[in-house]
């Protein structure tokens, strides 16, 4: 097998013995791009230069002792974290000129780890999506399939692990972008619990939402990815100082003495019956596993995607306000009035998706309408928080499907929002309630597609969800298998 | 409720957004669409519910007041699509 294909862990052992070198292995991620990026279109900005720059210092820095976990490992970052002097666009146009003046905390924390930064990856954009398809530098492809979306609004990350363009990523997830494209691209994708990564330099599409998180080509590199970029910021006022667990520890063949619950709402009507199948075996394999399963019941799971579709765009909408065109980003020079210089450049900057949940977000907070939408919103999500919470009383795991079918054709549904809102129907609760969630993969469509195995836990359980999945992956036996491109 | 093309146009105001007539009227059918189903949320009786606005119990982080180093002037103005080497220019306003 050649290096780009090889997890992190199986890098690491390579690495440590002097069997092969950082520079080495970066030679061999870059051909990979090189030979399929024509095809997939998951990078935005590739800093090849750069990146031979870093594994060289990694070799340096190895053969003094010093590095981490992740010393000489390439890796893809989703172009919504800050790189210093490296652009970064959320996949906007009008944050196409950005060179960020400092790097986000979790990059920072992979640069100190001695980690080699390929590049930056597509996403929807200011990560507004579930297919990937409004990017302003285009679509990239499902490598399972060329002609399919490979999910959003991480699809860059996702794609570029599949591919094999990267050792892992980092993306982010407000309403399952991290879980989504994972399960859709065959991969493992964590969103760990709110407050446990740092989101000083992500940046925001709504913050009481946003959690930045790995994607990784098993269980045991996703592990290696989040211990690395966990831990308390105090340039983060919602990051929680709280011990980071090793969450490489919390591994295990089995399932001993874990209750796991299966949300009978998520089995309704609406669900592939190929995912719906995957993911029953799946649950079968963790119950042989040692887990005992009980039924659990999340009454308020309908109501999540309206809550969030008041919730997110009204977060969005402040957010965004800072792109005026002034002190970063487009800005139409044609226009010598204030008020109309703001609005052609947030026009033109803006892609018609973020410019509909400004629309969305602006309304629902406008005068007269507040109550009638936020704060409702605001007070199903308390019933959503509730619902967890009762179960979690019940249970220590959640396993359900990540997405209500594999990867749809790309265009299928660029007309109907609201059928791509309600693809996000199954992950979307896990953020309003700030917990962690997984999609591991349990399957494939007769089609060839991927279909994933969510896993979520009550507030800093993520070794819980390392457990079982690792459990599922070692009975599965699907990690290695590999798109043909 | 049915939202109405001048109703967009409003927000899209507040929101500091200029629409073409298309992008109003493409809109206007879609914000309908979106914020017919939103009106499920009303099935709910959610009189005695407290809102929730934050997923964790976390109250806010106040740091000390003190002077602290910031971006160097050049580097804060870089990005400025319009800059005089001392501050952002921007249209006349007065």
Redesign the interface.
């Known amino acids: 097998m050649e290096l780009h294909a090889l997890t992190i862990h199986a890098l690491q052992d390579l690495l440590a013995s002097g069997e092969i070198s950082s520079l080495e292995l970066t030679r061999s991620v870059l051909d990979r791009i090189d030979g399929v990026e024509p095809k997939v279109n998951a990078y935005i900005t590739l800093d090849r230069d750069g990146a031979l720059a870093q594994a060289a210092a990694a070799d340096t820095q190895r053969q003094r002792g010093e590095g981490g976990s992740l010393c000489g490992i390439p890796l893809s970052i989703k172009d919504v974290l800050c790189t210093k002097g490296l652009r970064t666009t959320a996949g906007s146009k009008i944050l196409e ?3 960020p ?2 790097d986000a905390t979790v990059v920072e924390k992979l640069r100190n780890n001695g980690a080699v930064i390929l590049g930056k990856v597509s996403m929807d954009e200011f990560a507004m999506g579930s297919a990937n398809e409004n990017c302003a530098y285009g679509t990239p492809k499902n490598p399972w399939n060329l002609a399919h979306v490979c999910g959003g609004s991480s699809g860059g990350s996702a794609a570029s692990v599949a591919a094999d363009e990267c050792i892992a990523s980092l993306g982010s997830d407000t309403g399952g972008s991290i879980r989504q494209p994972a399960s859709h691209c065959g991969i493992v994708g964590i969103k760990p ?3 446990r990564v740092s989101r000083f330099g992500l940046l925001a599409y709504a913050s ?2 946003d959690q930045v998180g790995p994607l990784a080509k098993d269980v045991r590199d996703a592990a290696i990815m989040l211990g690395a970029i966990s831990g308390y910021d ?1 340039r983060d ?2 990051s ?1 100082n709280q011990k980071v667990p090793d969450y490489t520890a919390a591994l295990a063949p089995d399932c001993k003495g874990l209750t796991i619950g299966i949300p009978k709402e998520y089995f309704g009507a609406g669900l592939d019956p190929e995912v719906d199948e995957a993911v029953r075996r799946g649950i079968a394999l963790l119950e042989e596993a040692g887990g005992k399963t009980v039924e659990i019941s999340l009454p ?1 799971t ?2 999540g ?3 969030y ?2 919730i997110a765009p009204a977060e969005a ?1 402040s957010n965004l ?1 800072r792109y ?8 139409d ?1 044609d ?10 450049s ?2 033109q900057g ?1 892609g018609e998706e973020v ?2 949940r ?3 977000g ?2 629902a907070l ?1 005068s007269g309408y507040y109550d009638a ?1 936020y ?9 959503i ?1 509730q619902d967890y919470a009762k179960a979690f009383s019940q249970c220590d795991l959640l396993v359900s499907p990540v997405t209500p079918a594999p990867a749809w054709k790309i265009g299928a549904k660029i007309d109907d ?2 059928s791509v ?1 309600l693809s996000d129907i199954l992950t979307i609760c896990t ?5 962690p969630g997984m999609s591991v993969p349990c399957g494939m469509s007769s089609s060839g597609l991927p279909i994933g195995l969510q896993l979520q836990a009550s ?1 800093f359980s993520e070794e819980k969800i390392f457990r079982a999945a690792y459990a599922l992956e070692q009975r599965l036996g699907l990690a290695g298998n590999k798109p043909q491109l | 409720m049915k939202i109405t093309p001048e109703e967009v146009r409003y927000v899209a105001k507040l929101a500091r957004l200029s629409l073409s007539e298309a992008e109003v009227e493409k809109t206007t059918l879609q914000l309908d669409g979106i914020l017919s189903y939103v009106e499920k949320l009303g099935e709910l009786d959610t009189t005695s519910v407290q809102p929730t606005t934050h997923a964790l119990a976390i109250h806010n982080a106040f740091r000390a007041d003190e002077t602290r180093e910031s971006l160097p002037q050049q580097e804060a103005l870089a990005n400025g699509p319009l800059q005089n080497g001392e501050a952002f220019v921007v249209p006349k306003v007065i």
């Open positions: 000129p950005f060179i003046p400092y619990t709110y407050g009481s939402l105090p006022s919602t929680v308020h309908e109501y995607v309206a809550a579709y008041i909408s306000a005026d065109g002034v002190r970063y980003g487009f800005r020079h226009q010598d009035e204030l008020l109309e210089m703001y609005r052609h947030r026009s803006f410019k509909r400004i629309i969305i602006t309304y406008s939408y704060k409702k919103a605001s007070q199903v999500r308390t019933l928080v929002p609201l809102y953020n309003l309630a700030g917990l507030h």
